[in-house]
């Protein structure tokens, strides 16, 4: 059984990610579990993501959830717009959520960085070289 689709693809706030994630190398989306997935050979973003608390899952609708390094990741946990996502979150992934006061700027930096996680050194050295 298909998984339901959990996101409306009129979402100006997904317009913005989808921007953003499509922008770097080769980058693709595909909807994976019932959300928006960004990836190259794999995937290095996500549209949403939930929290599992007392047996029930909390959604959460407006965010996006990357796979970053143990440094930059330990230093978001504090920030009160982060979360560790369900299945996710134990293989090094995090959600932030996404409002009206968004820095867009960051979010282009963590869509980045887990990128170069996923992408290979090929198409990191193309980013690389278009960003020079």
């Known amino acids: 059984m298909a998984h339901p689709l959990m996101f409306d693809d009129a979402?100006?706030?997904?317009?913005?990610?989808?921007d953003l994630a499509l922008a770097l190398p080769d980058a693709a989306e595909k909807v994976s579990h019932?959300?928006?997935?960004?990836?190259?050979?794999?995937?290095?973003?996500?549209?949403?993501?939930?929290?599992?608390v007392d047996g029930e899952y909390q959604q959460h609708e407006s965010s996006v959830m990357v796979l970053l390094d143990d440094d930059e990741r330990a230093a978001l946990?504090?920030?009160?717009?982060?979360?560790?996502?369900?299945?996710l979150g134990p293989a090094g992934?995090?959600?932030?959520?996404?409002?009206?006061?968004?820095?867009?700027a960051e979010i282009a930096?963590?869509?980045?960085?887990?990128?170069?996680?996923?992408?290979?050194?090929?198409?990191?050295?193309?980013?690389?070289?278009a960003t020079r």
């Open 109 to 129: 930096e963590l869509l980045d960085a887990s990128y170069r996680r996923t992408a290979g050194p090929r198409r990191v050295a193309r980013l690389d070289a």
């Open 34 to 52: 019932g959300r928006p997935a960004f990836f190259t050979v794999k995937v290095f973003a996500y549209y949403g993501g939930s929290v599992k």
């Open 93 to 104: 992934w995090l959600g932030v959520d996404l409002d009206a006061g968004t820095d867009w």
């Open 11 to 18: 979402d100006p706030v997904l317009a913005r990610v989808r």
């Open 77 to 87: 946990l504090d920030d009160g717009r982060c979360y560790v996502p369900a299945y």
